[in-house]
């Protein structure tokens, strides 16, 4: 697993070699032990290169073996005898060396990159920390503060920035691997001590410990809970406070805290699963491997309201041309100054040119004739979006790809309506569009898998974890919400706050609570869909009570907030309330507080204490009891489909793995047990009674996450 050559008479090139990107492997580490000690004895050998096969250099430690028992040399004392070996090594980086990849490179005594490469230490996205010897090595070579930055974050550095942080010595746009031959002949007899980065002293800023407190604190906030980034830092401290030694001895036992923990599995299981969501597959036998994307190289979007404009700019910033749609000239005018506003906004952010001229504007339908794939964003209107979809059955092409960017509505309604359903596929993209990373690709019942291939491959290109559901009401991301939004409406009513509710989620790890997503969202999105399904407003039947609604529990409390006009962050007032109309600053609101009471006394409820476990369970098992269902349904294909989209979408905590990877963690019995322990205290409210395939899993003795697919009643007969 590595391949060993002498190259030029005397310097030993040592290539690791274990596609796709030569993860440290036991029999890497092997090869490289071997092939080190080798040119170490060879007298004719004077300096080494290390490189990775396949333009990459090294994705590091091998992540699919710390579920196994560990076997193979291990690292820490792998690259200690390439460091204090007496002959030069040089690690020609091309492609990426990351994590166990760059402490690799770091061991090694100088460091060439292609200016295409990039590095970084992402192991904090993996529960971990660098643990062989990156938290050490890394602050002595570019000093305490900007080790700091890049091992909490795990970031990746393109070439340019390692070279101006110092991580490596030469950048060069022609072989990595050659000049570092070439390198490594020149530096022969050079004092090699000077680059043994464990003899260094970590250069600091006077103010060691302020930096450290500083960082400290915000990684803190950062990190919702998860133990990584913090144990980043103490490790880090060591490097500033500690002798080397020392400092490797903390570093290891912060490791062995979190190698093992629920933390740590959880975001390795998110790392395979992202990547397992892009291979899709249909109850036809299509599947991604077979199903080939059509070129897209011409997009249009409909409509530049919110969702329109971060499309718009999502495709700009990903280098396509787009045409942009308004139906008049006042509405194109604001959507156009918005959307180059915001592309000079990221532009400045990235120091880069804003590239507006990939866009252009129209009102004129007409002009659609040439495009490849149109995404239609118009307001959330099954009427509207069916006549813009009649329409653009006309002008588009007859090969033209249709889209529809919807949070829930029928794909297959509107695919009815035109003359080409094949071509027909729902992109339900999140707010706000340019920055979110989630993209549900909806199959509907007559979508071709040549339209799914592309609408999949187009997310890929804006850089999206773009996941394949089946199309019904609110796909998976919004179905799952709905119970999750009704218990935390409940638990209003019987003695909670906002507060109470919205601390207890942001303790489990979200981002922002309940309440304060909807304010954030607007609370007249929810009370428009209510009224259109005729929960308030004229439509509802006379003879329900008002707590009551097509015959089960309903809470009339956002609806009664509606009319009082707090429609949430907007206009200053929801559930809580903001320093100013789109004000960001949320602070409880005492005339809520009157309202749920008098509320409470009106409707005859004894309000009662509410702990934040019951919060959690009632809000989350619930959702993830609907999880439960879209997966026996065949809405979402696996449980990894329904994580990455709550991790990507939802702002689920990634240390908690996603909510079915959660259930798994928390043991399927107790969520069994918990949801009839709620559905017989709450017996009106049908989301809590469990799912057959909850019970079906229990029964079979609660296999694991990954054999849950072999219990499904329908596997994905919606996709
Ligand atoms: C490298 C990439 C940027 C490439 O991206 P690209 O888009 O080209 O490709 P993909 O991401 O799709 O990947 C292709 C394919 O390869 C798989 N893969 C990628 N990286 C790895 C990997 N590192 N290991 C295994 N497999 C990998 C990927 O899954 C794809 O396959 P699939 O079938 O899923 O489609 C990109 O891939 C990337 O970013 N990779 C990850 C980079 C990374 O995070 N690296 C860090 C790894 S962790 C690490 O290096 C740790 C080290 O610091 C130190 C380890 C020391 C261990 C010591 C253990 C001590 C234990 C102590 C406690 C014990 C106590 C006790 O038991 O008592």
């Not at 040119?39 to 096969?53: F, H, N, Q, Y």
């Not at 071509?423 to 549900?440: I, Q, R, S």
């Not at 329904?642 to 990634?654: E, K, L, S, T």
Request: hydrophobic letters at 40%; aromatic letters at 6%; a positive charge.
């Amino acid at each position: 697993m590595a391949r060993y050559e002498q190259v030029q008479g005397t310097v030993a090139l040592i290539t690791l070699t274990n596609p796709p990107v030569n993860a440290l492997s036991a029999a890497v580490r092997l090869g490289i032990t071997e092939t080190v000690t080798r040119a170490l004895r060879d007298p004719e050998v004077k300096s080494m290169v290390i490189c990775g096969e396949n333009g990459v250099f090294c994705g590091g430690a091998d992540i699919r073996e710390f579920a196994k028992p560990m076997s193979g040399p291990p690292l820490v004392p792998m690259i200690a005898a390439i460091e204090e070996g007496e002959k030069p090594v040089v690690a020609a980086i091309e492609g990426a060396a990351f994590g166990g990849g760059l402490e690799l490179a770091l061991g090694c005594h100088y460091r060439i990159a292609h200016s295409k490469a990039r590095v970084g230490l992402p192991e904090v996205t993996l529960g971990l920390l660098p643990a062989a010897g990156g938290t050490q090595r890394l602050p002595r070579l570019i000093g305490l503060a900007p080790a700091l930055d890049l091992i909490t974050t795990g970031r990746h550095v393109t070439a340019q920035e390692a070279l101006k942080l110092g991580i490596v010595d030469q950048v060069t746009d022609q072989s990595a691997l050659d000049l570092a031959i070439q390198f490594a002949q020149q530096v022969v007899g050079q004092p090699l001590l000077p680059r043994k980065l464990s003899t260094r002293q970590t250069p600091c800023p006077p103010d060691v410990d302020g930096l450290l407190e500083e960082t400290m604190a915000q990684v803190k906030q950062r990190a919702r809970g998860a133990m990584a980034p913090i144990a980043c830092v103490q490790a880090v401290r060591a490097a500033a406070t500690l002798p080397y030694q020392a400092g490797m001895q903390k570093e290891q036992e912060l490791m062995a805290t979190l190698f093992h923990s629920s933390q740590a599995r959880a975001m390795q299981y998110c790392f395979f699963a992202q990547r397992a969501v892009g291979r899709w597959s249909l109850s036809s036998g299509a599947h991604s491997g077979n199903s080939k994307p059509r070129p897209v190289s011409k997009v249009a979007v409909i409509g530049l309201g919110t969702m329109g404009r971060g499309i718009t700019v999502a495709l700009v910033k990903a280098g396509m041309s787009v045409l942009a749609v308004e139906t008049n000239k006042k509405q194109l005018e604001i959507g156009k100054q918005m959307v180059s506003a915001m592309l000079k906004h990221d532009a400045q952010k990235r120091n880069a040119t804003p590239r507006l001229d990939l866009l252009h504007f129209t009102i004129d339908l007409l002009e659609l004739k040439n495009t490849d794939l149109i995404i239609e964003a118009v307001f959330e209107d099954m009427a509207l979006k069916k006549q813009v979809f009649k329409e653009l059955s006309s002008v588009c092409k007859a090969d033209a790809f249709l889209c529809t960017n919807t949070s829930g509505l029928d794909v297959d309604e509107l695919a009815a309506v035109t003359k080409r359903p094949e071509l027909v596929v729902g992109m339900h993209f999140f707010a706000p569009a340019h920055v979110m990373k989630l993209l549900e690709v909806v199959h509907g019942s007559r979508s071709s898998p040549e339209a799914v291939a592309t609408a999949m491959h187009l997310g890929k290109r804006l850089g999206k974890v773009s996941v394949l559901v089946g199309n019904c009401a609110g796909f998976v991301g919004n179905r799952m919400l709905k119970p999750y939004l009704e218990q935390a409406n409940f638990l209003l009513e019987e003695g909670a706050t906002p507060e109470l509710v919205d601390g207890a989620l942001e303790e489990f790890g979200f981002p922002m609570g309940v309440f304060k997503m909807s304010d954030l969202s607007g609370l007249d999105v929810g009370w428009r869909i209510r009224k259109e399904a005729g929960l308030t407003g004229p439509n509802v039947d006379p003879r329900d009570p008002p707590r009551r609604r097509q015959g089960r529990r309903y809470s009339p409390l956002p609806d009664l907030v509606c009319e009082q006009g707090r429609l949430g962050q907007k206009n200053g007032r929801g559930w809580y309330l903001y320093d100013k109309p789109g004000g960001r600053v949320a602070t409880p609101d005492p005339s809520i507080h009157k309202f749920l009471e008098e509320y409470r006394i009106k409707h005859g409820i004894s309000p009662r204490q509410i702990d934040r476990q019951e919060v959690v369970e009632r809000c989350l098992f619930a959702l993830i009891n609907e999880g439960f269902r879209s997966l026996d349904d065949g809405i979402a294909a696996g449980p990894e489909d329904i994580d990455m989209i709550y991790v990507f979408g939802y702002g689920w905590p990634r240390h908690r793995g996603g909510p079915m990877f959660y259930a798994g963690m928390v043991g399927l019995p107790r969520v069994l047990t918990r949801l009839e322990h709620y559905r017989q205290a709450h017996p009106e409210v049908p989301h809590l009674e469990p799912s057959p395939l909850l019970r079906r899993l229990v029964a079979s003795g609660s296999p694991p996450i990954n054999k849950w697919r072999d219990f499904l009643q329908r596997p994905h007969s919606q996709l």
